[in-house]
């Protein structure tokens, strides 16, 4: 997906604003973001996901299809906070040969 100038000023708000999120707000609708989240996928975000907003379903599905392309130190911080399982990470690992 690619975002044209006029959205970016929007969406480098939205960034800006991530990193000031208390715990309790919502990473699309599959709950709380954690301090490693907002601290390591940010970035990931940016990349794959911020097209969509950060309270919509659409956001929960964009990460996961984005799952094999996230940083490691994502996918550690996604574990962490209960939103994926190491199982699930390494049986996609497996599935794509890495």
């Known amino acids: ?38 601290t390591y996928c940010v970035n990931d975000y940016k990349k794959f996901c911020g097209a969509y907003g950060l309270q919509t379903s659409a956001l929960n599905l964009c990460m996961r299809k984005a799952g094999p392309s996230l940083s490691p130190a994502c996918v550690k911080a996604l574990i962490a906070a209960g939103k994926i399982s190491q199982a699930e990470v390494d049986r996609i690992k497996t599935q794509m040969g890495r």
């Open 1 to 38: 997906m690619t975002v044209n100038r006029s959205g970016s000023a929007i969406m480098l708000g939205t960034f800006a604003c991530l990193a000031c999120w208390s715990p309790s707000a919502v990473w699309g609708q599959a709950g709380n973001i954690s301090k490693g989240m907002q």
